[in-house]
């Protein structure tokens, strides 16, 4: 059963505009991560943050968790066209992920 | 390092054939998860590994799937019989288990049962 459910499901923004995703999950959880995943591809680790912590930043990549709420997001600054993918969060507990169904962004040249 | 290794990349076969996928977790790593992925179910996790033995089998959706991981450096998949259904990209991953808890994936094995 899915755990995470990502907002929106698509998201179509222009090149150099930010990209914000949402993930709501439902049970208690160790960590959430967020992953990518480029058409025909694995899954790629992007970022990892911990339920004790609020804020997390990676390059361009910001994602923030609200235990209280059970909402995460992640913010992509500055996109690019190589950014096009779909995105994973995934809720970690008891030694295993639950995944989204994931968001489909498209970065416009 | 190369990765975690799957083989094949893609398997197209008929209904009621036996199929087998392959995998070559990271070495050094003592986790080892398998996940089948549609569009309408999303990606599920089917079973995972830890040491080489199985500790969660609940996604796994029927007795027609098996797994088996009889080494460190070495996993498979295998459904007997296949059927239409059982179409999806078929993905393992693994971890070494300390703090980071990521797991790294490999390209997926795209299964088409005719």
């Known amino acids: 059963s899915q755990q995470g459910e990502e907002d929106p499901q698509a998201l179509s923004i222009q090149e150099g505009e930010n990209a914000t995703m949402n993930c709501s999950y439902k049970t208690s959880i160790n960590n959430l991560q967020w992953y990518r995943q480029n058409s025909g591809r694995g899954l790629v680790h992007l970022i990892l943050i911990r339920s004790n912590e609020r804020e997390k930043h990676s390059g361009r990549l910001r994602v923030t968790l609200d235990t209280s709420k059970k909402s995460s997001s992640l913010l992509i600054t500055a996109s690019r066209a190589a950014d096009t993918a779909s995105y994973f969060c995934?809720?970690?507990?008891?030694?295993?992920?639950?995944f989204g169904k994931g968001i489909t962004l498209s970065v416009r040249p | 390092d190369a990765g975690v290794i799957q083989s094949p990349r893609h398997e197209v076969t008929e209904m009621g054939q036996e199929v087998t996928l392959r995998c070559k977790p990271i070495s050094g790593h003592d986790y080892l998860f398998w996940y089948r992925q549609t569009m309408m179910r999303g990606l599920e996790l089917l079973i995972y590994?830890?040491?080489?033995?199985?500790?969660?089998d609940s996604g796994m959706p029927e007795d027609r799937f098996s797994a088996k991981m009889p080494n460190a450096s070495f996993s498979t998949l295998k459904i007997q019989p296949s059927e239409p259904r059982d179409s999806a990209v078929y993905f393992c991953?693994?971890?070494?288990?300390?703090?980071?808890?990521?797991?790294?994936f490999g390209p997926g094995t795209r299964l088409l049962v005719l």
């Open positions: 590994f830890n040491n080489n033995v199985p500790i969660d």
């Open positions: 991953a693994s971890s070494f288990w300390d703090r980071q808890e990521t797991q790294y």
């Open positions: 995934a809720t970690g507990a008891n030694s295993k992920l639950t």
